[in-house]
């Protein structure tokens, strides 16, 4: 292509990409397949190849940013970045409004969420994103523009002519369903854990490496312009102008008359506070007026005309009065922290994980400490640091046990894994968690079978395996502290019910490593006995779409161990189904959603129809999903089925589809 040409079509191609990008992003609502993106940015990244002159910094190849940095750059904020003034009762928001009303009269006010991220600076020159900041002291910050431009919801050209030369304010943040998954990822790598999704964000802006900020799943909110050509008149412009411009804004924002509706916009955000996929700390009530908030103007740190409101501590401190180990299915080591119990945001806190001894020790956490204690998101508690400053001397470090806490065997620890691992296949805590897992609800689903009654049955050696279930008597049940003679008939009858569970329970039950639901759907619908999947060689395994390489290793591995061939044996000696009819289901290969609530099926028994007929269940709308089954009160899912145009049915068709009506 000429060069004339190439720079017309190049110019189309950016037009697309950041239109295509705005919806996906900003309206949730995109209109053409991932595919079809991709092929206009390799499009674009063609002809920009042939032509490196034609590249400029807004276009969308230059997301993902070339070469490491050496460090970052310090730069000076056009305006200052104040913060703000915090009230930690109703009380001093009254206060705060007096105090306005004294000066200037009654306001209106804007209320927003705060959100509990990285707070940024972006400018704008000429409509293109030219540089973005960390809030840093205040007065300047870290030039962080490469890692900002990785972020998909940040425009690098604004849209429309409503701004062009402008300062931005808004907040990076991890969203909280994406930190557990990063979290759980990079403590199987070994890799550094955060304590929470704000330190996330922090440590993610601060990578030098671009590229390795790209895979970070960040987002924003922006909430305030600090500077622009265009004039602003009030706090509710300024987001409708955001907005217009391309930027995403915080859907709860909010404008309200007085400070009574503040407050009561303050109690209905406190209330979503655990629902939401962001971290909020508080909320923020802005006085509307632009007017007016230059008349109120600002004290060398924070502007009078907003105040934070900050909701409940999701912090607090308590003593660390010992730190235990628990031994997992999988027989790895947890410290677990045993606190004197605290309240944390209105729940009551007794223990909370030190994830592994490598943190315990990175973070010279002992027995006796002062600990600070957080919660966040529903996660479980977690200790963030020792308070060093408290410490009298008397205090424990911990160290990695040497044996299994629970049967004494020596700990291994590979090289590659933080994990400190109990390898005692028999130890009584893995085989615990062991037919736990066996007998839970997407496994065997063996009802009246607890925890409890797991421990007494071990401790009583009545069992060592899972097979082991099957041969109980009800005399040796009614020995049992507690059973009856119903309670007895009841859990035999519910031993006995779940040998016809099928193939792909079985196999979920078993508990391979890396095998959860999804993969064990998989496998029982590409073999059809526990036999044939028994035999089939790590190579062939990742043969299968949807199989990663671990997994496959895994399952092999599994089924090379002696004692797992054996067990398998015994299972099928007791009569458990471990063979599926070879018959081609009315949904072979096909793969089906629910969303909501279902009224006349379980969503065990709904997911069992699917499996009988060949299919499988998955839990998120994706492309290649076949069906999706909406119930009541449907959630995001269907929210996003509709944008893939997915195949969408309700119950009745459903049962129509597997032929039970
Ligand atoms: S307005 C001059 N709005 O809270 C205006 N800040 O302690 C200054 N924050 O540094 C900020 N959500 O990082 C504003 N909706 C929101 C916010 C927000 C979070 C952060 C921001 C600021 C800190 C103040």
Redesign the pocket.
Known sequence: MKKNEAKKTIQQLREQLHYHNYMYYIENNPVISDYEYDQLLKNLEALEAQYPELITPDSPTQRVGGKPLEGFLTVKHKVP????E?AYSYEELHAFDERIQKNVGAVEYVC????????IALIYENGVFVRGAT?GDGVQGDEVTANLKTIRSIPLSLRGSVLSNAEV?G?VYFPIAAFKKFNKEQEKKGEQVFANPRNAAAGSLRQLDPRVVATRPLDI?V??I?YSDKEIHTQEEAVETLRKAGFRV?PFIKKVQTIDDAIQYCEMLEEKRDSLDFEIDGA?L?VNSSATQKQLGSTIK??RW?I?YKFSAKQATTTLNDIVVQVGRTGTLTPVAVLEPVQVGGVTVSRATLHNFDEVKRKDIRIGDTVLVERSGDVIPQVVKSITEKRTGDEKARGIPRKCPVCGADVVRTLDEVAVRCPNKQCPARLRWRIEYFASRDAMDIEHLGGQTIDKLIEKHLVESVADLYHLTKEELLNIEGFKDKSAENLLQSIESSKSQGLARLIYGLGIRHVGKYAAQLLASQYHSLEELGNASAEELTQIHGLGQKTAEAIANYFATEENRTLIEELRDIGIRTKEQKHIGKLQGKKVLFTGGLQTLSRPDASDLVMKQGGMVVSSAGKDVDYVVVGTDPGSKYEKAKKLHLHIIDEDEFKQLVGTT
Do not use: Q, T, W
């Open positions: 970045m104040l913060s703000l915090n927003e969420p705060k959100i509990d991220g990285v707070s809030r304010r907040e909110f909430y305030y600090s915080n923020v802005k924070h502007p907003a934070a």
